[in-house]
């Protein structure tokens, strides 16, 4: 079962322009959530992270938005640059904020075209 | 510099031939764990560790071993690697000092079994 998903496995946007990439999730314990940024060849490295009892957080060009009834949370990157082509997993610390499992998504792969 | 130290980065090796992948991090993390990346499944817990002496299965953890004997490193064993184990793995350690503490990973280290 599959608790976090990334449904779009790609995406590709012009240089400038808004960058949003999604992720939805079935476990309403979650209470956290993290963007990774993967580079080939490299480890994930953190992102940004969003709390369950907040609904956006910022961080300059990168903002992730929380909709809990909808379960659903997105990544906005704006303006997008060249160098932000990555792949993008979201991932759901276990529910009481542990470790113990921290589920990601499948990822998305970004491309921004110069 | 914080880091995690993963090797070897690339290993071939043939079915039943024990390895291991080292890890070691020096960041007096309690928590590490080790995932499998692979094509359309994203990242996927094999083994995770609290503490020294402390670890428990994750989501795929058939024909993995690991110990934790000492803070700092967490050991991946494949007693008797098999094909279907050819994967890019990732080690990871985090703090536990409170909600959505971010993960560091290392390198990676592509494994094929051949």
């Known amino acids: 079962d599959q608790q976090v998903k990334q449904n779009s496995p790609s995406l590709s946007v012009q240089e400038g322009r808004i960058s949003i990439l999604n992720c939805d999730y079935t476990n309403s314990m979650f209470d956290y959530f993290l963007w990774y940024k993967k580079y080939p060849a490299e480890g994930p490295t953190f992102l940004i992270s969003i709390s369950s009892i907040k609904d956006k957080n910022e961080d300059g060009r990168f903002t992730v938005f929380l909709n809990k009834s909808a379960k659903h949370l997105s990544l906005h990157i704006v303006p997008s640059q060249p160098g932000d082509s990555a792949v993008y997993f979201c991932a759901a610390p276990g529910h009481s904020g542990g470790y113990q499992k921290v589920t990601f998504g499948t990822g998305t792969k970004l491309q921004v075209i110069p | ?114």
Not at chain 2, 10 to 22: E, F, R, S
Not at chain 2, 56 to 73: A, L, T
Not at chain 2, 101 to 113: A, C
């Open chain 2, 1 to 114: 510099e914080a880091q995690v130290t993963q090797n070897p980065r690339y290993l071939i090796t043939v079915t039943g031939k024990k390895l291991t992948v080292t890890c070691s991090q020096n960041m007096n993390h309690e928590y590490m764990s080790w995932y499998r990346q692979d094509p359309g499944l994203g990242l996927r817990q094999i083994y995770y560790s609290m503490n020294v002496e402390v670890t428990d299965k994750g989501d795929v953890p058939e024909g993995y071993k690991v110990s934790r004997k000492e803070k700092r490193n967490f050991p991946l064993i494949l007693e008797s690697p098999s094909p279907n184990q050819t994967s890019l793995y990732f080690c990871a350690s985090s703090s536990l000092t409170g909600l959505g503490e971010k993960l560091f990973f290392g390198s990676g280290t592509q494994l094929s079994v051949l």
